[in-house]
């Protein structure tokens, strides 16, 4: 028999739900005494940036700096003129084939940080030229007989390279050094129809010439007058003749080592001490750099060299009659050669330039030397030119 059936299961749960129910249950009373209670954070804080290393900008910011203290300017440009006729035009009208070309290239390079600056410059020219030149030349039986044939000739050869460190002593005034190497790439002979090795008259180094300043330069600051003139009370000039062809060959009735001022045949270089001076002068008188303007002055006196010397002979027409007496001697002393002071050396350089397009210009070139040493007359040089030009700037 079954004593736990449904129905008793539910009287029972009913009756317990509908009954009252109740519990006793005791707190105890708890007299807490109050404290002040101070949190503390003793955890270290670590501040964290944002930025991070960027090779990008860190590189851009080097090439902002290099661009601001660096200013570089070439320019480079080819020049020439072509002549050409034909057989029949040259017996009508007369005429000769002719061609010339001229390269130039010009560099300048300025370096600057806080009061230090360091500017350089190189240039550089080079031309030939090339004409039919008629020869009389004799034949086997020895009757003379004219040739005509094309020769070329050097009509430009120089190359420059100058370097002038300075540091800053006021506002406009720096004091520092020049440093001024020219020479010559090529042959130079004198003439056409003379162009053996007896003809030499100048190659690389023979001569070339060093100049060395120490003095105290003033730039104005104004741009539509950018002089710069450099004093220097200690100045060395030095004259360069390392080809012993060129001291030995004879023209204009003198050696070469005599020419170029050296103290005999076997001697390759000469000193001289003094003091110089050298202005220059740099502007474009346009907006888009059609016109350019560019001269430079350098004259230099040998005085230190003066004091000392032996047998002084300031008259030139004097020196020479002595010089020849002193040739005549027989068993002459190098010691009793007379000497003729050294005058004041000038060197005046012009460049005009005119841009008709980007890369189309016309420059006019005219240079003057005065060296007692090398000739008693003053030697200009002027010459124009139509061509191909290309000039870079970095700013």
């Given at each position: 028999?079954?004593?736990?059936?449904?129905?008793?299961?539910?009287?029972?749960?009913?009756?317990?739900?509908?009954?009252?129910?109740?519990?006793?249950?005791?707190?105890?009373?708890?007299?807490?005494?109050?404290?002040?209670?101070?949190?503390?954070?003793?955890?270290?804080?670590?501040?964290?940036?944002?930025?991070?290393?960027?090779?990008?900008?860190?590189?851009?910011?080097?090439?902002?700096?290099?661009?601001?203290?660096?200013?570089?300017?070439?320019?480079?440009?080819?020049?020439?003129?072509?002549?050409?006729?034909?057989?029949?035009?040259?017996?009508?009208?007369?005429?000769?084939?002719?061609?010339?070309?001229?390269?130039?290239?010009?560099?300048?390079?300025?370096?600057s940080k806080n009061l230090f600056s360091i500017e350089t410059k190189v240039n550089a020219s080079f031309g030939y030229n090339r004409m039919k030149v008629e020869t009389t030349q004799k034949d086997s039986e020895g009757n003379d007989y004219t040739t005509s044939e094309g020769m070329w000739y050097k009509i430009q050869d120089e190359l420059s390279i100058s370097t002038a460190p300075s540091f800053k002593l006021a506002t406009n005034w720096t004091y520092g050094a020049i440093i001024q190497f020219r020479t010559q790439f090529a042959n130079g002979y004198i003439s056409r129809t003379q162009q053996a090795e007896t003809d030499m008259k100048s190659t690389f180094m023979a001569p070339g010439y060093l100049d060395v300043s120490f003095g105290i330069t003033y730039k104005s600051p104004k741009p539509k007058f950018p002089i710069s003139v450099n004093m220097s009370p200690i100045a060395l000039n030095a004259v360069f003749v390392e080809n012993r062809q060129v001291r030995g060959n004879t023209w204009d009735g003198k050696k070469g080592w005599e020419i170029y001022g050296l103290a005999d045949p076997d001697k390759t270089s000469k000193y001289e001490g003094g003091s110089s001076i050298q202005i220059d002068f740099d502007r474009t008188f346009d907006k888009k750099g059609i016109f350019r303007y560019r001269t430079m002055i350098y004259s230099f006196y040998g005085w230190i060299t003066n004091i000392g010397k032996a047998n002084k002979i300031s008259d030139y027409t004097e020196y020479r009659h002595a010089l020849d007496k002193w040739n005549a001697t027989e068993n002459h002393d190098i010691k009793d050669k007379p000497f003729l002071p050294v005058h004041p050396l000038v060197r005046w350089e012009n460049t005009l330039s005119i841009k008709a397009t980007k890369f189309i210009s016309t420059e006019v070139n005219f240079k003057l030397y005065y060296n007692r040493a090398e000739h008693v007359d003053v030697r200009t040089q002027t010459m124009l030119t139509l061509g191909l030009t290309y000039t870079f700037r970095n700013k």
């Amino acid at each position: 028999m079954n004593y736990f059936s449904p129905a008793f299961a539910l009287l029972t749960a009913a009756l317990f739900a509908f009954l009252p129910a109740s519990a006793q249950i005791t707190i105890d009373e708890v007299d807490a005494a109050q404290e002040r209670v101070t949190f503390e954070d003793k955890m270290r804080s670590t501040a964290v940036d944002v930025d991070y290393f960027s090779r990008a900008r860190y590189r851009a910011e080097r090439a902002a700096i290099r661009k601001e203290r660096n200013f570089l300017e070439i320019t480079s440009g080819l020049q020439g003129t072509l002549t050409s006729h034909n057989d029949p035009w040259i017996k009508v009208s007369g005429g000769d084939n002719a061609i010339a070309l001229v390269g130039s290239f010009y560099l300048r390079h300025t370096f600057s940080k806080n009061l230090f600056s360091i500017e350089t410059k190189v240039n550089a020219s080079f031309g030939y030229n090339r004409m039919k030149v008629e020869t009389t030349q004799k034949d086997s039986e020895g009757n003379d007989y004219t040739t005509s044939e094309g020769m070329w000739y050097k009509i430009q050869d120089e190359l420059s390279i100058s370097t002038a460190p300075s540091f800053k002593l006021a506002t406009n005034w720096t004091y520092g050094a020049i440093i001024q190497f020219r020479t010559q790439f090529a042959n130079g002979y004198i003439s056409r129809t003379q162009q053996a090795e007896t003809d030499m008259k100048s190659t690389f180094m023979a001569p070339g010439y060093l100049d060395v300043s120490f003095g105290i330069t003033y730039k104005s600051p104004k741009p539509k007058f950018p002089i710069s003139v450099n004093m220097s009370p200690i100045a060395l000039n030095a004259v360069f003749v390392e080809n012993r062809q060129v001291r030995g060959n004879t023209w204009d009735g003198k050696k070469g080592w005599e020419i170029y001022g050296l103290a005999d045949p076997d001697k390759t270089s000469k000193y001289e001490g003094g003091s110089s001076i050298q202005i220059d002068f740099d502007r474009t008188f346009d907006k888009k750099g059609i016109f350019r303007y560019r001269t430079m002055i350098y004259s230099f006196y040998g005085w230190i060299t003066n004091i000392g010397k032996a047998n002084k002979i300031s008259d030139y027409t004097e020196y020479r009659h002595a010089l020849d007496k002193w040739n005549a001697t027989e068993n002459h002393d190098i010691k009793d050669k007379p000497f003729l002071p050294v005058h004041p050396l000038v060197r005046w350089e012009n460049t005009l330039s005119i841009k008709a397009t980007k890369f189309i210009s016309t420059e006019v070139n005219f240079k003057l030397y005065y060296n007692r040493a090398e000739h008693v007359d003053v030697r200009t040089q002027t010459m124009l030119t139509l061509g191909l030009t290309y000039t870079f700037r970095n700013k």
